[in-house]
């Protein structure tokens, strides 16, 4: 028994067609060796799908060095951001440059800041006004009045005013006191005509000027106070005076002694002009003019603000 040369087949000796070839005796079927010319024939065995999966590509792990440049990158990639931001408007055109989203989250809140009105400064009374030091004294030591102030308009939306032309030391003329900067020698309060004015601290009244104008034409109704430890307050501008106020009487922290006016006030709404002063001789009582002037602001800013209290008239019997 042989292999056919050409279909590959069992040819046994007796039937198959001998031939001697350079490999020795070769056997062929009848059939093979006459056909042997023409090409073989294998029919096509169709082959079942097979589902090929995509072989894992193994990613090469980063080095520590390779980390950290990397880190470093993004670091003077987002303050580089930051500068750019800060330079120019943030465009969409420039956020679209960064595929980081943490860079593109910066680059919005940015331009959202710019864009946004700015956000008025909380007032900070400890390090905006901070005490007075006299000698190395904290000034409501040398003077216990100064503390715990009674806000000098009940009920007031602000403990100082925003206005830097009614601060202490703004500019107003005619008045010649060193120690008060451009002429203003107090702080004006904002408020509605006729909201009740109220003693800062427990003292007595040293003057009281009824006069529409004032004594100097500029102050108009005021009330000057002397108080237990020989500082001066000063309330102007006045629209009435309390009835019962009068000079050598004691008030009490919070006692009202008038309303906020516009009296001698030609250009400005009303207002109350609040004054602060100290004496230069603390043994010194009385309306006495020998004080210098200092900016009550620090005292102001850590004053209590007393509601408004309803004034009910006492009612009349039936006959």
């Not at 056919?4 to 020795?24: D, F, I, K, M, Y």
Request: overall charge negative; proline content about 10%.
């Amino acid at each position: 028994m042989a292999e056919c040369l050409r279909c590959g087949g069992v040819v046994s000796l007796v039937e198959g067609r001998p031939r001697v070839g350079s490999a020795g005796v070769e056997l062929w079927h009848s059939r093979c060796w006459d056909e042997r010319e023409q090409p073989v024939h294998v029919p096509a065995v169709r082959a079942e799908p097979q589902l090929v999966l995509p072989t894992p590509v193994a990613r090469p792990r980063r080095a520590p060095v390779a980390v950290a440049i990397g880190g470093a990158l993004a670091i003077l990639g987002a303050v580089w951001a930051v500068r750019e931001a800060r330079a120019r408007p943030v465009t969409a055109l420039v956020i679209a440059q960064f595929a980081d989203s943490a860079t593109v989250a910066l680059h919005s809140e940015l331009a959202a800041r710019d864009t946004a009105p700015p956000r008025p400064e909380p007032l900070d009374s400890e390090t905006r006004f901070p005490m007075p030091i006299v000698d190395g004294v904290p000034i409501d030591d040398l003077y216990p009045s100064l503390c715990d102030w009674i806000h000098p308009v009940a009920a007031s939306a602000e403990l100082y005013p925003p206005l830097a032309s009614r601060h202490f030391g703004a500019e107003r003329r005619g008045v010649m006191r060193t120690e008060c900067g451009a002429g203003h020698c107090g702080i004006d309060l904002d408020g509605p005509r006729g909201r009740p004015v109220l003693a800062v601290a427990a003292g007595r009244i040293v003057r009281v000027e009824h006069d529409e104008m004032g004594a100097d034409g500029r102050s108009g109704r005021y009330v000057r106070i002397q108080h237990d430890d020989g500082t001066l307050t000063s309330y102007m501008h006045l629209d009435d005076i309390a009835n019962d106020l009068d000079v050598g009487g004691r008030v009490e922290a919070g006692q009202q002694i008038g309303t906020l006016g516009a009296t001698a006030v030609y250009s400005a709404p009303p207002h109350l002009h609040f004054a602060l002063e100290l004496p230069n001789n603390p043994d010194e009582r009385g309306d006495t003019s020998n004080t210098h002037y200092i900016d009550p602001a620090p005292f102001l800013v850590r004053a209590t603000i007393a509601p408004l209290f309803e004034h009910r008239h006492p009612i009349k019997p039936a006959f």
